[in-house]
């Protein structure tokens, strides 16, 4: 085993950063169904089904950002040897992480909003066949 | 006993899982969707099954047949690092397909409803 801290680093980040998403997922889409049932009128099934929907892909974005920004570059002008070193990069990495947790949770609010003053918008009756006047 | 080996049968564990677990929440939650579309029961749950069955071949299909392209691994290190990059690039390609079919079925929906 060559280098002890990366691993080290690596173990500390993972659990971190995979619980994060999980716990702000949950939080997030446990309070959603509020709009979700407002922007649907009150049905439930296709409003927790779009819930759901949504909740799988922020976890899929999230666990492949997640994955994506862990590895750590090291080279001979950036060894990783330090303790020091240690927590500089693990607080780069979860900080980041975690502003990006932030930003797609209000990506997700934004959509939200979006969809329930769509919903409440009073939709335009038209009708559907244009009856020419008779002329006579 | 090589670490490739041993990535590999890792990367196959959390994929299969992920893409199972995936597949099988869309189903059950899209069968609303596609209901709405299709209106009559067993259409859309012979519909709702074949895009599950075609979903799990696509991507299971992917998922393996990747594994060919993979570097050889000489450390714990490496093997962190390629075991993640790799599961990420499957959990992007599955987030990406996931949103797009939620966009094509909300604008079918649309239409559907306001053909009505």
């Known amino acids: 085993m060559e280098n002890k801290l990366i691993i080290i680093a690596y173990a500390i980040y993972l659990p971190i950063a995979l619980l994060l998403t999980f716990y702000v997922a949950k939080t997030l889409f446990k309070n959603a169904k509020v709009f979700m049932l407002d922007i649907f009128h009150g049905k439930e099934e296709i409003a927790f089904a779009t819930n759901r929907l949504f909740e799988i892909g922020f976890y899929l974005m999230n666990l492949g950002f997640a994955l994506l920004i862990l590895k750590i570059h090291v080279s001979e002008y950036n060894p990783f040897e330090t303790t020091q070193k240690l927590i500089e990069t693990l607080s780069y990495k979860i900080g980041g992480f975690s502003i990006y947790l932030g930003v797609m949770l209000f990506l997700n609010l934004m959509l939200f909003f979006r969809g329930r003053r769509k919903a409440n918008q009073p939709k335009p009756i038209a009708p559907k066949t244009f009856v020419r006047p008779a002329t006579t | ?116």
């Not at chain 2, 090589?2 to 994929?15: H, P, R």
């Open chain 2, 1 to 116: 006993m090589t670490y490739n080996t041993i990535s590999y049968i890792i990367y196959a564990i959390i994929t299969i899982y992920i893409t199972v677990v995936v597949g099988y929440q869309c189903y059950k939650s899209g069968y609303v969707y596609v209901l709405s579309i299709f209106i009559e029961e067993e259409i859309s749950m012979s519909i709702n099954k074949i895009l599950l069955l075609g979903y799990y071949l696509t991507n299971l299909g992917y998922a393996i047949t990747i594994i060919n392209t993979w570097n050889t691994i000489n450390s714990i290190t490496d093997m962190v690092n390629e075991l993640s990059l790799r599961i990420a690039s499957i959990v992007f390609i599955l987030a990406g397909m996931h949103y797009m079919n939620m966009i094509v079925l909300t604008l079918w929906r649309k239409t559907s409803l306001s053909k009505k």
